[in-house]
């Protein structure tokens, strides 16, 4: 049976860069909006003027707007640095419906980093639960099922929804 | 909530709220997981679940908008089934939204690093 050419399984990315992790863990988060392409990759587009990452789990990524309106994007589930930091994401989006990121940056040879994105969690929780309350409980598998059988064709009943 | 959620009105919100609002409600949640097992007329969809049939017809055109769903014409009847053609846009637009920042990302770190760059 020919796999599906779509899938909702995570979006996965990944960058060398030239510095050692603890540099490259701190340039992606305390200095993000340094590079974060502000101007096209934000709530605000144009009007947004500043990015802030805070440190240590339970800390907001928010954007903040010309007229000073702000935005949390997430917040942070995983702080581990300089290995790994994982961070709820729904800009513009309510937070129920938060998808998950999570980062990771490892050591390839002197003074260089292998970061790697990981942007998961499409399915999302089926009870609107918030961010908070910890995403460590598991995900709704609705959506990678529904891929999986959106080109496999009929396949068994599906669990009953949770919740329902 | 603030104005700002308003005002964004580039893809970046848009492209992957229509798939996220389509899977935010329960029922239309419930229509899925009964597509998943095969396709499905609105009358067998609303006879399976506790909405009403209008009800059902509303969800569903707001799954097709979003791409979730498609449906052919059989007869009189209309007979929906699962597109990935939603999850497919969703998921371009996000190779490339990551791409672009961890370019720039990488474009920073090149910035700083030089012979005594602390670690």
Known sequence: ?164 | MTDALVRGSLRFVETYEAVLDALGDRTRRLIIDRLRAGPSSVGDLAAALPVSRPAVSQHLTVLRRSGLVRYDELGTRNVYRLDPAGLTELRAWLDTFWETALDRYADRVRQDSSPGTET
């Open chain 1, 1 to 164: 049976m020919p796999r599906p050419t779509t899938s909702v399984e995570p979006v996965r990315k990944s960058v060398t860069v030239p510095a050692a992790p603890r540099r490259a863990f701190e340039l992606f988060t305390a200095h993000m909006h340094e590079w974060w392409p502000l101007a096209t990759h934000s709530v605000g587009l144009e009007d947004a003027v500043s990015l802030t990452f805070g440190a240590g789990t339970g800390a907001e990524i928010i954007e903040t707007g010309a007229d000073g309106t702000t935005c949390r994007w997430g917040t942070v589930t995983d702080w581990e640095p300089p290995h790994h930091v994982a961070f709820t994401w729904h800009p513009g989006t309510p937070e129920a419906e938060a998808t998950r990121v999570d980062v990771t940056f490892t050591p390839d040879g002197p003074g260089r980093t292998v970061v790697q994105l990981v942007h998961s969690g499409w399915e999302r929780r089926p009870d609107g639960l918030s961010a908070r309350d910890g995403y460590d409980s598991g995900w709704d598998p609705v959506v990678n099922s529904f891929a999986t059988a959106a080109l496999d064709g009929p396949r068994h009943p599906p669990a009953a929804t949770q919740g329902a």
